[in-house]
Nanobody
Framework: VQLQASGGGLVQAGGSLRLSCAAS????????MGWFRQAPGKEREFVAA????????YYADSVKGRFTISRDNAKNTVSLQMNSLSPEDTAVYSC??????????????????WGQGTQVTVSS
């Protein structure tokens, strides 16, 4: 499956952004979808994940209550609504797809396909 992320940009602290990830190539609903981010000089970290049906979502503690992941299987898209952004959220955000729904949602090495990433910069 091919993934294309978009929606990043520059926003002031306290603002909002909505990231989108468009999938193509295979049956989108067969994949768990996740968002990860990587800040300069830091390791990639889990942000959020959503099950194949969209019935369950998972979040990193650092974004819980501020970010919302959603998916539209009819449109082959997954989105990440980010509110109350802070400079600590500055990173390259990537979407990823995982076929094995039985294993952990938060471990990046378990994801099979990755998008190219989109830069999110939050100014103070």
């Amino acid at each position: 499956v091919q993934l294309q992320a978009s929606g990043g940009g520059l926003v002031q602290a306290g603002g909002s952004l909505r990231l989108s990830c468009a999938a193509s190539g295979r049956t989108f609903s067969n994949y768990v979808m996740g968002w990860f981010r990587q800040a300069p000089g830091k390791e990639r970290e889990f942000v959020a994940a959503i099950t194949r049906s969209g019935g369950s979502t998972y979040y990193a503690d650092s974004v819980k209550g501020r970010f919302t992941i959603s998916r539209d299987n009819a449109k082959n898209t997954v989105s990440l609504q980010m509110n109350s952004l802070s400079p600590e959220d500055t990173a390259v955000y990537s979407c990823a797809a995982k076929e094995n729904y039985r294993v952990s949602y938060s471990l990046s090495f378990l994801y099979d396909y990755w998008g190219q990433g989109t830069q999110v910069t939050v100014s103070s």
